[in-house]
């Protein structure tokens, strides 16, 4: 077991002899043995050690006798291991240090210490920067690559003259000297506080900082000078103050580091990074300009800070003991940084965007037979890729989704109380999920509530099977029951479940808009439960969508929502409209109700106004879409929602004085957007008009965008759809000179909406040449192209044909497979598509897939769901919107 590390590395700015980028170090760690052995296992990847005598490390003991002689020493490569073989045994109960020096290579794949290069006034500049999580700590130095493993750093960084070095702690002394020649300032930190290897975090940049001061915290933003100079740090270090004081007095912890630094880096893979006391973002997430950002990039960016922040306590204080329990990491993570911009922010209303960005968001994933539970078991987790795997969907949304409903059956002030107890007991050390679940079950029990079952019980059928129920209302006979809602309802879960796919279900309903509290649904079914029987009385179960499951309803029922929408829609809160779409249109799929009642819970949209409604339909419609853009129900389908949302449009058109004012909502800001996208997708008159006029004046006036920030990806993609080579080379030239990267990142989607497939096949060819596409945006920008439906077959060949190159050149372990071949896939709905993706998969066996080995059979599974259902739906869909789009009285 490690205690301390002592670690100096020496990043080179300039390439040497080679064209490399390298750096040197040394390392020594002091561990204490705990058992007699003659075998140390300590990780080491990609690093040239030098050789002593023949061996790849030196040995020496800290108390005690010395230790017995090395025997030989060699590189695992599988395992990542560098194997330290003994003449004798170490003796139990005393500390050894063992000695490494090495060199690697500062490369530019985003893992481990790795490079990151941009250009500020016309010179190319570099950045050392790291990523250690979940497994590259051991690229940058041999250690004890595990979360379980923690230990105290201490670092010393070597640096070039002019650059300023950080880490997890404070820098505690600065001096400059001369290395073989070289002239280089050394910067020494003080000691990190015990903390597993995935968290440390070493940077050596010419970046700028701003700060400010939080009960004695020093809180620093850090980015490129310009980006300082222009003040684009200032909203983060707005928000980080009140954030962290919110998460102090939340966890009842103070927090436990003297300073709080955020960067903001020009190669990221992840968002962000929780580096203990020194996080890592993309500059997108952190940096923000009121003049060219829009408010969802402020959003962002505050919740975005929020989350890593809620780290520094659940996760960096306390931590899981294996990835096999990431979830409770990041679901963590991801609920309470809904809480902590909430308390930034009070005007936003952001804890009711957690339905649609998590829950809606998760069901879609964990509805397929190939989904998995929560939490895996220890020993199927081993290898990085496998670790890697883990950080999806069901981890971060459905986790967070779940946490959520528990702390609203428990009542916030059970669950926060359970969680503070949690904290301080474990403080420095680590855990595994049960441990947690104890903690809330004390609070329970201090505070008499009652539970149908204790807080185990009730949990782990949440998270070790995965899926979730579709709860089923008759409110003619008052019966109550639960089922395993799968989208394909023939398919069959890869997994067998101990607990039966039957969940402890909290149900919170209304009738007729009055709330009615809460039962508890334990078994297959609750019989005649009196309350439910209603007459002419309409229900309507799980309130502001809190537990983690879809509602069905007899057919009388559903047809009395449907009039309660048309006739008075606010009678019902806004979460539980778009609920209503989302579940309809789910239910649907998995052929529990009728397609056609789906699409009826749209109809009465030509009155909505609020955001989440028409999100919710606009996401369940996009299905629509990726499935009938090939086909002749695409005319009857445009013309049906281009009576509905021009409504919307004339509505915001109204209230911003024709589009001169901003709306005052945060959400309602969203909903605009949603307007003029609509609008001109479906060819609402004036409104291509509108958004090409926008574009062209900029073109005149480049110097000058007047487009607002909130409006720009719209805008953008609305004029370049219209346009030709002309609009899309402007759009291009543009990206290029962004100097914020949230702009850059409007232009890089709105350049795949082009209708043109020559521009399209140059823009894919782009995302291979990092100097063109950051690597960190190549994948994103092909599913962007991907979802155009003009670039969807050139973008699903691009992959397949250069498949072997981006797997190699983008890293084995890369993120974002997954979201790539998830990305090119979503539109497949024939036979001849399916047989494509399943030769796919045999052409590539040998090299596999990496982290995208379970999105690529979500894809099969997708493509044949998608075959059967156009096979079924296609022509009463077609009818329906037929029969809907019939002129009604105009407008």
């Known amino acids: 077991m490690p205690d301390t590390y002592n670690v100096t590395l020496w990043p080179r700015l300039e390439p040497g002899e080679l064209g490399l980028y390298i750096f040197t170090g040394n390392s020594i760690v002091i561990f204490r043995c705990l058992k007699e052995t003659d075998l140390i296992l300590i990780h080491s990847n990609k690093l040239n050690l030098t050789l002593f005598d023949g061996f790849h490390a030196k040995l020496h003991a800290m108390d005690g006798p010395a230790p017995p002689a090395i025997k030989k020493t060699w590189l695992q490569k599988e395992t990542q291991f560098l194997v330290v073989q003994l003449n004798g045994n170490l003796i139990a109960g005393i500390s050894y240090g063992l000695y490494t020096q090495f060199q690697g290579e500062l490369a530019d794949d985003l893992a481990g210490f790795y490079r990151s290069e941009y250009y500020e006034d016309g010179v190319k500049k570099i950045v050392a920067t790291s990523q250690m999580h979940p497994t590259h700590a051991r690229k940058t130095f041999p250690c004890f690559d595990e979360p379980a493993i923690k230990a105290i750093f201490h670092i010393t960084l070597i640096h070039q003259r002019g650059t300023v070095a950080l880490s997890n702690g404070m820098d505690i002394e600065t001096v400059n000297t001369t290395i073989n020649g070289t002239a280089v300032t050394q910067t020494r930190f003080e000691p990190s506080k015990k903390m597993s290897t995935y968290l440390l975090a070493l940077i050596v940049s010419d970046y700028d900082f701003i700060e400010s001061e939080e009960d004695k915290v ?108 990431v979830w409770l990491n990041e679901g963590f993570a991801s609920y309470v940084e809904y809480l902590g911009a909430d308390y930034a922010e009070p005007s936003w209303n952001i804890k009711d965007l957690m339905v649609l960005n998590d829950v809606h968001r998760v069901f879609a994933i964990d509805a397929l037979a190939s989904s998995h539970p929560l939490s895996s078991k220890e020993e199927e987790i081993n290898k990085p890729e496998q670790i890697n795997e883990l950080f999806d969907a069901i981890s971060y949304s459905k986790g967070a989704s779940v946490l959520r409903m528990l702390s609203e059956f428990l009542t916030e002030d059970v669950f926060v109380r359970g969680l503070r107890t949690y904290l301080k007991d474990f403080a420095y050390s680590n855990t595994v999920g049960s441990d947690l679940w104890d903690h809330l079950q004390r609070a329970v029990n201090e505070t008499n509530t009652i539970l149908p079952s204790t807080v185990h019980e009730i949990m782990n059928r949440w998270v070790l099977q995965m899926g979730f129920p579709v709860v089923t209302i008759n409110t003619k006979t008052g019966d109550v029951s639960q089922q395993h809602f799968l989208l394909d309802p023939d398919s069959i879960p890869d997994r067998p479940s101990d607990y039966n796919y039957e969940w402890y279900i909290p149900i919170r309903w209304m009738k007729s808009g009055v709330p009615q509290g809460q039962f508890w649904l334990l078994t297959d079914i609750v019989t005649n439960n009196i309350m439910i029987v209603t007459g002419a009385d309409w229900v309507l179960a799980n309130i502001n969508v809190t537990g983690y499951y879809r509602v069905n309803y007899d057919l009388d029922n559903w047809n009395r929502l449907l009039v309660q929408l048309d006739s008075n829609h606010q009678v019902i809160p806004a979460i539980n409209r778009a609920q209503l779409v989302d579940d309809a249109f789910n239910l649907a799929r998995a052929k529990k109700i009728n397609t056609t009642l789906a699409l009826s819970t749209t109809k009465y949209l030509s009155n909505e106004r609020d955001y989440l409604p028409w999100e919710s339909a606009l996401d369940n419609l996009d299905y629509f879409f990726l499935m009938f853009d090939r086909t002749e129900v695409y005319g009857p389908m445009q013309a049906y929602l281009r009576n509905q949302v021009v409504h919307l449009f004339e509505y915001f058109k109204q209230t911003t004085s024709n589009w001169t004012k901003i709306p005052e909502g945060h ?202 259902w156009l096979a079924a739906n296609q022509k009463q869909v077609k009818e329906w919107f037929e029969n809907e789009s019939e002129p009604k009285e105009n407008f």
């Not at 709105?750 to 994948?779: F, G, S, V």
């Open 667 to 868: 959400t309602d800001q969203y909903n605009q957007v949603n307007a003029i996208r609509m609008a001109c997708s479906t060819g609402v008159d004036g409104c291509e008009e509108l958004t090409t006029g926008w574009y062209n004046e900029w073109r005149q006036h480049p110097a000058n965008n007047t487009i607002h920030p909130n409006l720009r990806t719209t805008v953008y993609c609305s004029a370049i759809a219209a346009g030709g080579v002309a609009e899309w080379d402007f759009g291009w030239e543009m990206f290029l000179n962004a100097s914020l990267a949230s702009e850059a990142e409007k232009l890089r989607s709105a350049l795949a909406c082009t209708k043109q497939p020559w521009l399209l096949n140059r823009y894919l060819e782009y995302t291979l040449d990092p100097t063109k596409i950051r690597k960190q945006d190549a994948t994103s920008t092909i599913v962007y192209i991907a979802n155009n439906v003009v670039g969807q077959p050139l973008a699903w060949d691009f992959v397949r044909v250069r498949w072997e190159y981006i797997f190699t050149e983008y890293g084995a372990s890369s993120f974002s497979f997954a979201e790539l071949i998830s990305g090119v896939t979503k539109r497949l709905s024939t036979k001849f598509e399916l047989n494509q993706l399943e030769q796919f998969k045999e052409d590539n066996i040998q090299g596999g897939f990496g982290s995208g080995t379970l999105a690529l059979e979500q894809s099969i599974e997708r493509t044949k769901a998608n075959i059967k």
């Open 218 to 325: 020093l809180i620093r933003i850090w980015a490129r000078k310009k980006a300082i100079a222009d003040r684009h740090g200032d909203y983060a270090l707005n928000v980080t103050g009140p954030v962290l004081k919110f998460f102090e007095s939340y966890y009842n912890v103070t927090y436990p580091l003297s300073k709080s630094d955020q960067i903001a880096l020009p190669d990221f893979y992840f968002g962000a990074m929780e580096n203990w006391g020194l996080i890592t973002y993309r500059e997108t997430n952190l940096l923000y300009d009121p003049r060219i950002s829009s408010n969802a990039n402020k959003e962002r960016t505050a919740s975005i800070i929020a989350h890593e922040l809620a780290h520094m306590w659940f996760g960096n204080l306390v931590t899981l003991r294996w990835w096999n329990e």
